[in-house]
Structures are given as structure tokens and as C-alpha cells.
């Protein structure tokens, strides 16, 4: 059974940091994609960034490009994603996600994922 378990949000001032955690458990994710989704009130739930476990390749949104990063520590079995100068649009619950796939694309569209966390409140205040 797959489990993915974020944690990390809270509320900062517009142009501070956050690092959400996703702890994954269930089985082995070497052969994942590893993606982090948002979804603001009224709003369709969107891609943020995606990590290839095997090898670490990453893909983001234009809209976080060079403000996030995400990561992944194999030892942990954790996916990261580090929010930096944060703006009050990045408001949203952030939910973490799993696809098991040998795809060299990376998934960008939420139906691509098969599991998914809680989520996490990240909110941004001007």
C-alpha cells in the first residue's frame, strides 16, 4: 500500500522560504516519477515540478521556475521541495504525488499520477 505523507506548510510573508517534505513508504520508487501538484480555491489543481527517482531529473512549471526546487533523498524515502521568494499567488494546498511508470516524459497533468498525499496549507501573505 502506497503512502505519501506531506508535511511543512504553514503561513510566511510574501518573498520568504518554505520546504514542504513528502515521505513516501509501500514499495520500492526507483522506478517513479515523484510530482508536486497545488490547488487554490475555485481553482483546478496544477503542476509545480516533478523528479525522476532514478537519476533525479527534474521538470518544473514556468511559474516556480528558479524559485523552487525539488529534490529527493533516497535514503529517506523523501521527496523535498524548497519554496523560495514566495509570492502570495503560490497560496494553495500542496499535494504530493506518485506515478510508477518507465516514461522518460515527465507526467504533468494530475490524471498522469497515481497516489497522492493529504496535502499540505501553504499560505502567503502580502
Known amino acids: 500500500q502506497v503512502q505519501l505523507v506531506e508535511s511543512g506548510g504553514g503561513l510566511v510573508q510574501a518573498g520568504g522560504s518554505l520546504r514542504l517534505s513528502c515521505a513516501a513508504s509501500?514499495?520500492?520508487?526507483?522506478?517513479?516519477?515523484m510530482g508536486w501538484f497545488r490547488q487554490a480555491p475555485g481553482a483546478e489543481r496544477e503542476f509545480v515540478a516533478a523528479?525522476?527517482?532514478?537519476?533525479?531529473?527534474?521538470y518544473y512549471a514556468d511559474s516556480v521556475k528558479g524559485r523552487f526546487t525539488i529534490s529527493r533523498d533516497n535514503a529517506k524515502n523523501t521527496v523535498y521541495l524548497q519554496m523560495n521568494s514566495l509570492k502570495p499567488e503560490d497560496t494553495a494546498v500542496y499535494y504530493c504525488?506518485?506515478?510508477?511508470?518507465?516514461?522518460?516524459?515527465?507526467?504533468?497533468?494530475?490524471?498522469?499520477?497515481?497516489?497522492w498525499g493529504q496535502g499540505t496549507q501553504v499560505t502567503v501573505s502580502s
Open positions: 523528479i525522476r527517482w532514478s537519476g533525479g531529473s527534474t
Open positions: 504525488a506518485a506515478r510508477f511508470t518507465t516514461a522518460r516524459t515527465m507526467g504533468v497533468m494530475a490524471l498522469q499520477y497515481n497516489y
Open positions: 509501500g514499495r520500492t520508487f526507483s522506478n517513479s516519477h
